[in-house]
Every structure is written in C-alpha cells, then in structure tokens.
C-alpha cells in the first residue's frame, strides 16, 4: 500500500507542476520527461531535474528518493518513445544509463550543480541510474 500511494501522490504533484509550467525546483532546472507506459500503453509526464550534456541531457532515476526504479526509467529501459519538453520546445529521446567511470564522473557533476542526490542515494538499497537522454 506504502508504494501505491507514493506513486498515486507523485503522479499528483507531477500533473499540478506540469499544469502550472513551473521550471526550476530545489534549485535546479526541471524538464517535463513524457515516456509512454510499458503496461498501460499511457504517455506520463515526469518533471525532472536535469544538467545539459552537448546536445543532450543527464538526469538521474532518483524517484525522490524512494527505492524503486521509476516508471518513466522503466519505461525508458523498455523502448518505450520518450520526449522532453523544455519551455516550448519539445524533443524526441532515447535514455540509456551511463556506467563505469563515466558513470563517477558524471555523478559527481549531477550533484554538485543540480542535487545532493547522494542524500537519497544514502536512504535506498539501489544504485541511482544516471541517464543520458539523446535527442533523435
């Protein structure tokens, strides 16, 4: 029950941040991140924060801090179509996550200049993906 409620809040407070086109949180700018659902064959919009990286962006699979993947990452892992919007521009994406040492380095930026996401990794079982999102 601890989960279904946790997903049913945050797909509340995601539609009201989209509806009302807030761009920043904590800090950091957020991007509407609309996959479609792997099972339901639904298009969710996800407000995520986000750093630039080229041409692309990196965002990590927090779920605020909660210890399951979320479904947007899921979704993404799935093939499933993906798009951001950023203000008025909306992009088509695929996500794959960075490993490795790339993986550390990029870690290091997402938190210095977007989060402290290792205070949430700290409270979850589960490594925190990092996400490259390719327009394509």
């Keep these: 029950m601890k989960r279904r ?3 049913l ?17 904590r800090g950091g700018d957020l991007m509407h991140l609309t996959t479609v659902g792997r099972k339901s064959g639904k298009r969710r919009t996800t ?3 986000y750093l630039v990286e080229g041409d692309g962006w990196l965002v990590v699979a927090s779920n605020g801090g909660a210890d399951w993947e979320p479904g947007w990452w899921l979704n993404l892992q799935a093939g499933s179509p993906a798009e ?3 203000g008025k521009r909306t992009v088509a994406v695929t996500g794959e996550e960075v490993t490795g040492p790339e993986r550390e380095e990029l870690w290091r930026a997402l938190c210095e200049k977007v989060f402290d996401y290792d205070s949430y990794q700290s409270k979850v079982q589960r490594r925190l993906a990092v996400v490259r999102l390719t327009p394509v």
């Design 5 to 7: 409620a946790f997903v």
């Design 9 to 25: 809040l945050n797909r509340a407070a995601n539609a009201v941040v989209v509806r009302l086109g807030f761009r920043r949180f």
């Design 47 to 49: 407000p995520v924060l």
């Design 84 to 86: 951001v919007t950023l």
